[in-house]
Nanobody, 123 residues
Framework: QVQLAESGGGLVQAGGSLRLSCAASGRTFSDYAMGWFRQAPGKEREFVAAISRSGLSTYSADSVKGRFTISRDNAKNTVYLQMNSLKLEDTAVYYC????????????????WGQGTQVTLSS
């Protein structure tokens, strides 16, 4: 079992920045590829970014490329999502997820999920 806990969400003005963190516990963190997803009201959960077990490989959705950066610190069992130039449409609950295989853009391929952290943008 892997337990995941997100933090760092909040209310921010459009154009601002936030850094989300996801702390993992329970198993060897470096055994898991990690992903960030988000879900806005009335919408399906969508892929945001993912990172390999080593942290050497990352992939981001087109909607966030150039604005969001995923990273991880295996010594701290934590994955991060640095979000810059935030837009109103980035408002959502953000979730981190873990899987033992190579990272994926499909939420149903992840084994463990956090509870989510709310990110709200204001104009």
């Amino acid at each position: 079992q892997v337990q995941l806990a997100e933090s760092g969400g909040g209310l921010v003005q459009a154009g601002g920045s936030l850094r989300l963190s996801c702390a993992a516990s329970g198993r060897t963190f470096s055994d898991y590829a990690m992903g960030w997803f988000r879900q806005a009201p009335g919408k399906e959960r969508e892929f945001v970014a993912a990172i390999s077990r080593s942290g050497l490989s990352t992939y981001s959705a087109d909607s966030v490329k150039g604005r969001f950066t995923i990273s991880r610190d295996n010594a701290k069992n934590t994955v991060y999502l640095q979000m810059n130039s935030l837009k109103l449409e980035d408002t959502a609950v953000y979730y981190c997820a873990a899987r033992m295989q190579r990272y994926s853009v499909h939420p149903d391929e992840y084994d463990y999920w956090g509870q989510g952290t709310q990110v709200t943008l204001s104009s």
